[in-house]
């Protein structure tokens, strides 16, 4: 029996992120605790947003939505990933394979834009404060994000549609965690230069246009901060930034390594960790690393908890 494009492959198989029995258990435990605190840190940051006026600001509007794809990221293969630490024989489905391959695109590529934008406030806020509230309006921020999802959209149809078009004969063991793109590319029977060439573009603008974005923003505002005389103004500046900062590093470097190289089964072996940064542990360090630098979190964590006990 095939399925609707033309393969006879109904299932994949998941090597997972390791072979050795005795590391499934710790594995499993691991991974568990980092998507619980993923949960609660990106749930707690969005329930701090709306419930907090003091937050309703641009920069948490971006937060929001950064915590929204967190939460969403996530929640496409970690769920699955666990139940396949306990099982003997780690099995999906074609179309569900398909399905999972799609979302992981789409917030993985949502996440690339907004992060954009939060370097494009930040650029905003610092270099041109008196523009600040005609520059970043809320119809402005809302194009922003829509422009993200719409990317996201996009580049997820992309990868996803020239997939669906690949015949899989024989070979349904993927050497990953999770159905991504490359490591699926190698179980197919029919040429997949075409699929190669639309990842290298796809996720060459998805990566090269942000970054040099983000690039040129923090660029323009090292020049405005080394301009500021105060010690207390530049060290204000600096802490706005960092967090950001860090938390694109983890993202795009993590990305960066997986993908823009060529594809072998060696360079799958070594994306396997890199996944683990972008896939698990950049949407649990999000929340940790916006609430534990942000004196604004703090203050509302700490209202919010206060009415709670009093």
Do not use: W
Not at 5 to 19: D, H, K, M, R
């Amino acid at each position: 029996m095939t399925t609707g494009n033309g393969s006879f492959v109904t299932e994949f198989i998941l090597l997972g992120l390791t072979n050795h029995p005795d590391l499934q258990l710790p594995l499993f435990f691991l991974f568990l605790a980092m998507y619980l605190l993923t949960m609660l840190g990106n749930l707690g940051m969005i329930t701090l947003i709306v419930l907090n006026s003091h937050l309703h600001t641009t920069m948490y509007f971006f937060l929001f939505n950064l915590s929204f794809i967190d939460l969403c990221y996530s929640s496409v293969f970690t769920p699955k990933m666990l139940m396949n630490f306990l099982s003997k024989k780690n099995i999906i489905s074609y179309n569900g394979c398909m399905t999972q391959l799609y979302f992981f695109c789409f917030f993985g590529i949502s996440e690339c834009y907004v992060l954009t934008s939060m370097a494009y406030d930040r650029y905003v806020a610092i270099c041109n404060p008196l523009l600040y509230n005609i520059a970043m309006s809320p119809k402005v921020c809302s194009i922003l994000i829509f422009s993200s999802y719409l990317m996201a959209f996009s580049g997820a149809m992309a990868h996803t549609g020239c997939l669906l078009r690949l015949t899989f004969c024989d070979a349904n063991t993927i050497n990953h965690y999770f159905c991504d793109i490359l490591p699926v590319l190698q179980l197919s029977c029919t040429s997949t230069y075409v699929n190669e060439l639309v990842v290298f573009i796809v996720v060459g603008i998805n990566i090269f246009v942000p970054s040099v974005t983000i690039f040129i923003s923090y660029g323009l505002i090292l020049c405005s901060i080394l301009h500021i005389n105060s010690t207390e103004g530049r060290s204000k500046a600096f802490s706005t930034c960092s967090s950001h900062i860090i938390a694109v590093f983890l993202f795009f470097g993590s990305c960066s390594f997986m993908y823009l190289q060529p594809s072998s089964v060696g360079s799958m072996n070594k994306g396997k960790a890199s996944s683990v940064f972008y896939t698990n542990v950049v949407p649990m360090m999000n929340p940790l690393i916006y609430s534990l630098r942000n004196k604004d979190v703090k203050l509302a964590m700490r209202k919010i908890l206060s009415r709670r006990i009093f």
